[in-house]
C-alpha cells in the first residue's frame, strides 16, 4: 500500500506569507499521479493541481505544486483569508487504486 | 456545466444498508468513471471505490469488500452506491466524484451525510 505523509499537520500563517506544504509517499509514484485538493470548511473538496505541477480550471496562479518520485510540494505564493482551509493530496496507482494524505490544516 | 447532485441525509440503525445516489449532468455520462470517496466527522478523505458508467464495471478498496455495491443507470445519467451492514464507524459524509485527466477527482458531488446509530 502507498501510504501519503502531509506535513505539517497545521500551519499558521499570515495574509500575504508564502505557504510550503509537503507530501512524500512510501513508495516512488509511476508518471507523477499526484493531486492536491482544497477543502474549506462544510465544503466538498475543491481540485487545485493535478500531475504533480498542472493548474486545474479555475486555481489561481499563486498555487502551484512541485516535486517527483516521492517528494511533492504545494507552495502558496500570497496567501489570502481565503486559503483557510485543509489540503489534501492524493495518489493513483499504488493499492488501494487511490489514496489520500491526512491533510494539512492551513491557518491565517 | 458538469454538475453531480446527491441524495439527501440519511439514518440506519447498525446492521441495515443504505443507496445513496448521484445524478450526473453537463458532460457525456459513459466517458468518466465515478468515484464514491467518504469522509468520518473531523477525518480524512478515504476512497472507497468506482464505476465504470459505460460498462457497468466496477473496483472496490480492500476494505469494503463484501459490504459495498455500485451500480448505474445510463438512462437517468445516475449511480447509486449501496453499503450493506452498516456500523457506527461508517457514519461520514459519502462523496461521489468524477475523474478526470491523470486519475484526479475533477467535480464533487455536495456530500451525503449518512449516520449510524442505534
Known amino acids: 500500500e502507498i501510504v501519503l505523509t502531509q506535513s505539517p499537520g497545521t500551519l499558521s500563517l499570515s495574509p500575504g506569507e508564502r505557504a510550503t506544504l509537503s507530501c512524500r509517499a512510501s513508495?516512488?509514484?509511476?508518471?507523477?499521479?499526484l493531486a492536491w485538493y482544497q477543502q474549506k470548511p462544510g465544503q466538498a473538496p475543491r481540485l487545485l493541481i493535478y500531475?504533480?505541477?498542472s493548474r486545474a480550471t479555475g486555481t489561481p496562479d499563486r498555487f502551484s505544486g512541485s516535486g517527483s518520485g516521492t517528494d511533492f510540494t504545494l507552495t502558496i505564493s500570497r496567501l489570502e483569508p481565503e486559503d483557510l482551509a485543509v489540503y489534501y493530496c492524493?495518489?493513483?496507482?499504488?493499492?488501494?487504486?487511490?489514496?489520500f494524505g491526512q491533510g494539512t490544516k492551513l491557518e491565517i | 456545466q458538469v454538475q453531480l447532485v446527491q441524495s439527501g441525509a440519511e439514518v440506519r440503525k447498525p446492521g441495515a444498508s443504505v443507496k445513496v445516489s448521484c445524478k450526473a449532468s453537463?458532460?457525456?455520462?459513459?466517458?468518466?468513471?465515478l468515484h464514491w470517496v467518504r469522509q468520518a466527522p473531523g477525518q480524512g478523505l478515504e476512497w472507497m471505490g468506482l464505476?465504470?458508467?459505460?460498462?457497468?464495471?466496477?473496483s472496490f478498496a480492500q476494505k469494503f469488500q463484501g459490504r459495498l455495491s455500485m451500480t448505474r443507470d445510463t438512462s437517468t445519467r445516475t449511480v447509486y452506491m449501496e453499503v450493506f451492514n452498516l456500523r457506527s464507524e461508517d457514519t461520514a459524509v459519502y462523496y461521489c466524484?468524477?475523474?478526470?485527466?491523470?486519475?484526479?477527482?475533477?467535480?464533487w458531488g455536495q456530500g451525503t451525510l449518512v449516520t449510524v446509530s442505534s
Open positions: 500531475g504533480a505541477s
Open positions: 492524493q495518489q493513483y496507482g499504488g493499492s488501494p487504486l487511490y489514496t
Open positions: 464505476i465504470s458508467p459505460s460498462g457497468g464495471s466496477t
Open positions: 453537463g458532460y457525456t455520462f459513459t466517458n468518466y468513471y
Open positions: 466524484a468524477r475523474e478526470q485527466l491523470l486519475n484526479c477527482f475533477g467535480f
Open positions: 513508495q516512488s509514484l509511476p508518471s507523477n499521479y
